[in-house]
């Protein structure tokens, strides 16, 4: 019988191995590298593990299934002006990583948290990057990435799963079980002092929500800069003042709800069974539903009913 497929490419590679010398057949071995093109699928675990190119629309996610990094990939975020990816690592001495996205160098690698990072944002104007730790860590860290300093830093203590910065970069939210707070930078220290500032951070008033988790934040943009909206996991979508308060909330038409995303006209919400609904960022008012997605197995090509 005549050996097929990845039986044969092997019996060739282990006879090459035998007959090569170690120099030539480094050689030959530099020859065979493998480039990883595109990948089918997605496995991120959590919202804060996929981001979104604002320039190019590119999505990045980490993929445990490929053993590209040398620690496990938790979290990233693209800069704003697209050039720059920041990622987040767990396991041992767990480091935030940024990279080039079209050389794919690493450029910065910044240590500080001790279990890993839950979630990772750049500043609107792309001077810092705050890092937020597992609930073990406790800390939530801001960075000057391109002079590699910790510039600010303060304790956390409950589970962060998402954070968001504002417009203007004075400040950024973080949102997790039990927890909305805010952030804020003195650009004066920042800016001058060498040493770690002590990062001033202010809870916002909950009210009746207190005890629900904030499975993700988005602060406003432009017209609606002044307000950041939160969603929890039982689909409640909240707007808080730029004073830390509640001004107002709803509440979807489904079971659960994970992510969301907000632009000057819309908030778009992500909710179980694939669903997205979309609001109006003035009123909270429900638009409309996004169509469900196609099943597994769905022959796209061959749909022609509009549901």
Known sequence: MTEKGPAKTGTRFINLLRSTPPKIFLKTFLLWQVVL???????????SALTCNPRTGLLAYPNPGFCVFRKAVTTLAFSPDGKYVATGECGHKPAVRVWNVSERLQVSELQEHKFGVACVAFSPNGKYIVSVGYEQDMMVNVWNWKKKQLVAANKVSSKVTAVSFSDDSSYFVTAGNRHVKFWYLDHNKTSKDQSTAPLEGRPARLKNLMNNFF???????????????????????????????????????????TCLSVTEDFIFCGCSDGTVQVFNPVNLNFLYPFPHPHSLRTDIAQMTDPR
């Open 37 to 47: 093109e595109k990948v089918l699928g997605i496995t991120a675990v959590g919202n």
């Open 215 to 257: 499975s993700d934040v988005a602060c406003g943009r432009d017209q609606h800069s002044s307000s950041t909206f939160c969603i929890t996991s039982s689909a409640r979508l909240c707007k808080f003042s730029k004073d830390r308060l509640l001004d107002k909330w709803v509440k979807l038409q489904t079971s659960q709800a």
